[in-house]
């Protein structure tokens, strides 16, 4: 009580002595009321700055780091945890501003750096004392906050652990909608990450020719006996490009081209793209019309019922017979296909030296048949309803 009329009777003196010790403006300093038994200080300072403290992790703060990897993040996001050790005032702002940046520093698949994210909330204070409160989402920004942090662990193929539960459950509690979203994903992703008959590895070469090779023999799996081959444009004479050609063929192929009409054009179509993770990878198909079925079956009607016979004495009809060969895997509906490749620059003339490539190698029918060069321009991955696709048409004879 004595200490009370005492701040009330010298607040002047208080607010100068106040101002003295933590290092603020006498100026920045009011008394807010001028009731006497409602009197306190005030400041316009939002926060105090002694100068022993720490240095605080604003916002923008990682724009303006140079070198970027992971330990210089998890060093930022260690300084603004020791900014504050019991608020953390700005946490839901600061992982926002850390999450959008993590492509940045290479971190977007690490579970270590999503850990001490989550880390960064304060512990005990969001937890629900009701089941109105868990229902209704209490304190709804920053459990927002952690369902976009664990979303972005799911969109980029993150598995969480149960480290990260103890830490949800410290946080938000046994009933929050964090908690439930990391259920649902210990449910789901086990099982989708297992479910790829045709698992790609975790961590992807930068190298573009390995990438086209592991893209081509994906693409050309279907059957066993196919031949992943390299070529070099620059030992075709006349070549303009100097680049790789990751070229896939089987005997099979090789046989359906020596069969093929010389009459008939066969087509160099793409580019089309394949996607391994996040990389992707353009590639393009030699392929033929499809072949059109022997004329007998097309002439027989099985609904015709003018010269049905009926059988006596438990005897089975005739049954009409057909010797056509089976189809071949290559042989599709919408068209034979000869061969895929890849190469390096996805132009015109690197695809003119690989059907050159594909005519010295044992596929001699190309000297004779036209072959039609149908190409595009590469896809994107964002483009604009409107925006044509600009087609170049080309028809050359190799000879």
């Given at each position: 009580m004595?200490?009370?009329?005492t701040?009330?009777k010298?607040?002047?003196?208080?607010?100068?002595?106040?101002s003295?010790?933590i290092?603020?403006p006498?100026n920045s300093l009011?008394?807010?009321?001028?009731d006497?038994?409602n009197?306190?200080i005030h400041?316009?300072?939002?926060?105090?700055?002694?100068?022993?403290?720490?240095a605080?992790?604003?916002?923008g703060?990682?724009e303006?780091?140079?070198n970027?990897?992971k330990?210089?993040?998890?060093?930022m996001?260690?300084?603004f945890?020791?900014?504050?050790q019991?608020y953390?005032r700005g946490h839901?702002?600061f992982?926002?501003?850390a999450?959008k940046?993590?492509?940045?520093?290479?971190v977007?698949?690490?579970?270590?750096?999503?850990?001490?994210l989550i880390?960064?909330?304060?512990?005990g204070?969001?937890v629900a004392t009701?089941i109105?409160q868990?229902?209704f989402?209490?304190?709804p920004?920053?459990q927002q906050?952690?369902l976009d942090l664990l979303?972005q662990?799911?969109?980029?193929?993150?598995?969480?652990?149960?480290?990260i539960?103890?830490l949800l459950?410290?946080?938000?509690?046994k009933?929050?909608?964090?908690l439930r979203k990391y259920w649902?994903?210990?449910y789901?992703?086990?099982k989708?990450?297992?479910?790829?008959?045709?698992?790609v590895?975790?961590d992807?070469t930068?190298d573009v020719?390995?990438?086209?090779?592991?893209?081509?023999?994906?693409?050309?799996?279907?059957?066993?006996?196919v031949?992943?081959?390299?070529y070099?444009?620059?030992?075709i004479?006349?070549?303009?490009?100097?680049t790789?050609?990751?070229?896939?063929?089987s005997?099979?192929q090789?046989s359906?081209?020596?069969?093929h009409d010389p009459?008939e054009?066969v087509?160099v179509e793409g580019?089309?793209?394949?996607?391994l993770?996040?990389?992707?990878?353009?590639?393009?198909i030699l392929?033929?019309n499809?072949?059109?079925?022997?004329?007998d079956?097309?002439?027989?009607?099985?609904?015709d019922v003018?010269?049905?016979?009926?059988?006596?004495?438990n005897?089975k009809p005739?049954?009409?017979?057909?010797?056509?060969d089976?189809?071949?895997v290559?042989?599709?509906?919408d068209?034979?296909i000869?061969?895929?490749?890849a190469?390096g620059?996805s132009?015109k003339?690197?695809l003119?030296?690989?059907?050159?490539?594909?005519?010295k190698?044992?596929n001699?029918?190309?000297s004779?048949v036209p072959v039609v060069f149908?190409?595009?321009?590469?896809?994107?991955?964002l483009m604009a309803?409107?925006?044509?696709?600009?087609r170049?048409?080309?028809s050359?004879?190799?000879n």
């Amino acid at each position: 009580m004595a200490l009370r009329k005492t701040i009330l009777k010298n607040s002047k003196i208080l607010s100068a002595s106040f101002s003295y010790y933590i290092n603020v403006p006498q100026n920045s300093l009011r008394i807010a009321s001028t009731d006497p038994h409602n009197k306190y200080i005030h400041t316009t300072l939002t926060r105090f700055e002694n100068e022993g403290t720490k240095a605080v992790a604003q916002v923008g703060a990682f724009e303006k780091i140079e070198n970027k990897n992971k330990n210089t993040y998890l060093e930022m996001v260690k300084i603004f945890i020791n900014r504050d050790q019991v608020y953390r005032r700005g946490h839901v702002e600061f992982i926002h501003s850390a999450l959008k940046h993590m492509k940045e520093f290479g971190v977007h698949k690490d579970l270590e750096v999503y850990r001490s994210l989550i880390d960064v909330l304060p512990k005990g204070k969001f937890v629900a004392t009701n089941i109105l409160q868990a229902e209704f989402m209490h304190y709804p920004k920053q459990q927002q906050c952690i369902l976009d942090l664990l979303q972005q662990m799911e969109d980029n193929g993150v598995m969480p652990d149960r480290e990260i539960q103890d830490l949800l459950i410290n946080i938000f509690g046994k009933r929050a909608f964090p908690l439930r979203k990391y259920w649902r994903m210990m449910y789901w992703m086990p099982k989708f990450k297992h479910a790829n008959p045709f698992p790609v590895p975790a961590d992807l070469t930068n190298d573009v020719l390995e990438l086209a090779k592991m893209a081509i023999a994906r693409i050309s799996g279907v059957d066993p006996q196919v031949e992943i081959t390299e070529y070099r444009t620059k030992d075709i004479e006349d070549s303009i490009d100097d680049t790789w050609i990751v070229n896939a063929q089987s005997p099979t192929q090789r046989s359906l081209l020596e069969k093929h009409d010389p009459k008939e054009p066969v087509y160099v179509e793409g580019a089309f793209r394949v996607w391994l993770r996040d990389k992707q990878v353009n590639y393009f198909i030699l392929r033929a019309n499809p072949r059109p079925p022997p004329a007998d079956i097309d002439s027989y009607d099985e609904d015709d019922v003018t010269n049905i016979e009926v059988p006596l004495f438990n005897l089975k009809p005739p049954i009409i017979k057909h010797i056509v060969d089976r189809k071949t895997v290559h042989e599709q509906d919408d068209g034979t296909i000869f061969a895929i490749c890849a190469t390096g620059t996805s132009s015109k003339d690197s695809l003119l030296s690989w059907i050159r490539h594909l005519e010295k190698n044992g596929n001699h029918a190309l000297s004779e048949v036209p072959v039609v060069f149908t190409l595009r321009s590469a896809p994107k991955e964002l483009m604009a309803q409107e925006e044509t696709e600009d087609r170049t048409i080309e028809s050359l004879r190799t000879n």
